[in-house]
């Protein structure tokens, strides 16, 4: 079983960034594939980026550019580093895991990911 925990939200303006953190933990967690999600309100969870194990990383082609996944494996916590955000960034934002590895077809599936944190919400206005 593996544990995530996200922090880092808040509230930002227009053109600002923040770092979204995750720690994580559980019996073979840096195995996993790690990826980050967001879910506006009334909208489906989408996949941001994801990154393997080996430092392998993808992004959804609606957020290359502005978004980063970096992970610290001394520190056991993955990073979501956002720039030039935009009110349509504005969502709750959620770390998972996966043992699907980021070249898979299926890894920005919702369903694709076991373990999922709680989630820490981000406000562009």
């Known amino acids: 079983h593996v544990q995530l925990v996200e922090s880092g939200g808040g509230s930002v303006q227009a053109g600002g960034s923040l770092r979204l953190s995750c720690t994580v933990s559980g019996y073979a967690s840096s195995r996993y594939c790690k990826g980050w999600f967001r879910q506006a309100p009334g909208k489906e969870r989408e996949a941001v980026a994801a990154i393997d194990s080996d430092g392998s990383t993808v992004y959804a082609d609606s957020m290359k550019g502005r978004f980063t996944i970096s992970k610290d494996n001394a520190k056991n916590t993955l990073y979501l580093q956002m720039n030039n955000l935009e009110p349509d960034d504005t969502a709750m934002y959620y770390c998972?895991?996966?043992?699907?590895?980021?070249?898979?077809?299926?890894?920005?599936?919702?369903?694709?990911?076991?373990?999922w944190g709680q989630g820490t919400q981000v406000t562009v206005s």
């Open positions: 998972a895991a996966s043992n699907l590895v980021v070249q898979s077809p299926n890894v920005f599936r919702v369903p694709s990911f076991r373990f």
